[in-house]
């Protein structure tokens, strides 16, 4: 795209921000293909990583373009990439709040909204196994996720329960 | 967050001062490990009495709606409607300012300190955890939509996932191609 990292970073991210649907989980592949594929601003264990660090950490999830950012370019990125991510999405929500009254009920409104469910249903499915390709190198790694996903779907255990666990079982040098 | 601050007993909805908008989208913020959604409804209809929860569940619909993360457009659906756009800006800064602190601060621990094994390690573990967490998500958000007897839905979702993760095709594109055909499918089908 560009030299500039930052022009990279605000470009690719201002775009995912409007097809994200689905929000920070249906846009895991997209910066996965971008961030270490495309770009090569890091390697496939520094996005995995880097997802990890979202998930435990406070507030949204799309954070993760904070920590992308960060790497490529230090505060300037990080904030130059959270921006973007949020922008588009913000203007956007700012505007179509003003008008929703008057479309709320409309039927292309109502057929919009039920037709992005499965879109964003495959993309999450996407996020996971890409994901699983970065996280699961061995056996022990596939059984936990294995396992979290087993207790995830069955009970409503706070997850950072699962991630204290699955840190415990990592630093135990299983993985 | 004290008792003075209960809200009268009344059904009455409340128009918070800008300062408390963003108190309030500050402590959803921080309470909100694994979707900040369930805080928000708590703190907006039942502690602060802002909304009543249809009007919750509506301006949810419309954050949910929209591309992009959902509470982020909810605190700026939320913050518009109560105070234009000063109100979004300050429910949006406190949705974000304080992971944004906290995130930052990781960020520069995990460049100096990322290459230590130990740290490799627990990270890996979080990762494989976290990754069967979403695919528990995944399977929630399946479950409804693959019980109805078999129509579009399910084979949308099925190629979305083929060409994102299989064939890594770019998600602007996929999306193009896949989003108006499945809306067309919604539209016929209803």
Redesign the interface.
């Known amino acids: 795209m560009n030299d500039n990292p930052l022009i990279s970073l605000a470009g690719y991210f201002a775009?995912?921000?409007?097809?994200?649907?689905g929000?920070?989980?249906a846009?895991i592949?997209?910066m996965h293909?971008i961030a270490v594929?495309v770009m090569h601003w890091m390697s496939d264990?520094?996005f995995?990583?880097?997802?990890?660090?979202?998930?435990?950490?406070?507030?949204?999830?799309?954070?993760i373009v904070?920590?992308i950012g960060?790497?490529v370019a230090g505060?300037a990125g990080?904030a130059v990439a959270?921006a973007a991510?949020?922008g588009?999405?913000?203007v956007?929500?700012?505007l179509?709040?003003?008008t929703?009254d008057r479309f709320?009920a409309a039927?292309?409104?109502?057929?919009?909204?039920?037709?992005?469910?499965?879109?964003s249903?495959?993309?999450?499915?996407?996020?996971?196994?890409?994901?699983?390709r970065?996280?699961?190198h061995n056996i022990y790694?596939?059984a936990?996720?294995?396992?979290?996903?087993?207790?995830?779907?069955a009970t409503r255990i706070?997850?950072?329960w699962?991630?204290a666990?699955?840190?415990?079982?990592?630093?135990s040098?299983w993985? | 967050m004290s008792a003075s601050t209960a809200p009268p007993p009344s059904s009455t909805v409340i128009r918070p001062k800008l300062s408390e908008l963003f108190r309030a989208f500050v402590i959803v913020?921080?309470?909100?490990?694994?979707g900040?959604l369930p805080w928000a409804r708590r703190m907006i209809v039942e502690q602060r009495r802002w909304m009543t929860a249809e009007e919750f569940n509506?301006a949810f619909?419309?954050?949910?709606?929209?591309?992009?993360?959902?509470?982020?457009?909810f605190s700026?659906?939320f913050g518009?409607?109560f105070g234009g756009?000063p109100g979004?800006a300050v429910a949006?800064a406190g949705?974000?300012g304080?992971?944004?602190i906290?995130?930052?601060i990781?960020?520069?621990l995990?460049?100096r300190f990322?290459d230590i094994e130990?740290l490799?390690?627990?990270?890996?573990?979080?990762?494989?955890?976290?990754?069967?967490?979403?695919?528990?998500?995944?399977?929630?958000?399946?479950t409804p939509?693959f019980r109805k007897r078999w129509d579009?839905?399910?084979l949308?979702?099925?190629?979305?996932?083929v060409?994102?993760?299989i064939m890594?095709w770019?998600?602007?594109l996929v999306?193009v191609v896949?989003?108006p055909v499945?809306?067309?499918?919604?539209?016929v089908t209803?």
């Open positions: 775009l995912l921000s409007l097809f994200a649907v929000g920070a989980n846009a592949p997209e293909r594929e264990r520094q995995a990583d880097s997802f990890a660090i979202s998930q435990v950490s406070p507030g949204p999830n799309i954070i904070t920590l960060y790497h505060l990080a959270t991510m949020c588009p999405t913000c956007l929500a700012f179509v709040a003003r929703w709320k039927r292309w409104r109502i057929a919009i909204q039920a037709g992005l469910v499965p879109v249903l495959g993309l999450i499915a996407a996020s996971a196994f890409v994901l699983a970065s996280a699961d790694a596939a936990i996720t294995a396992m979290t996903a087993i207790v995830g779907f706070n997850p950072l699962i991630f666990v699955g840190g415990v079982l990592g630093l040098g993985l | 913020s921080i309470s909100g490990f694994g900040a509506e619909a419309l954050s949910q709606f929209l591309p992009g993360p959902n509470v982020v457009n700026v659906v518009s409607r756009a979004a949006f949705l974000m304080p992971p944004l906290i995130v930052t990781l960020a520069v995990y460049a990322g130990a490799g390690r627990i990270l890996a573990g979080i990762t494989a955890a976290a990754t069967g967490l979403l695919i528990a998500v995944v399977a929630k958000m399946a939509l579009w839905a399910p949308i979702a099925i190629a979305a996932f060409g994102v993760a890594q770019p998600l602007p999306f896949l989003a499945s809306v067309a499918c919604a539209w209803r």
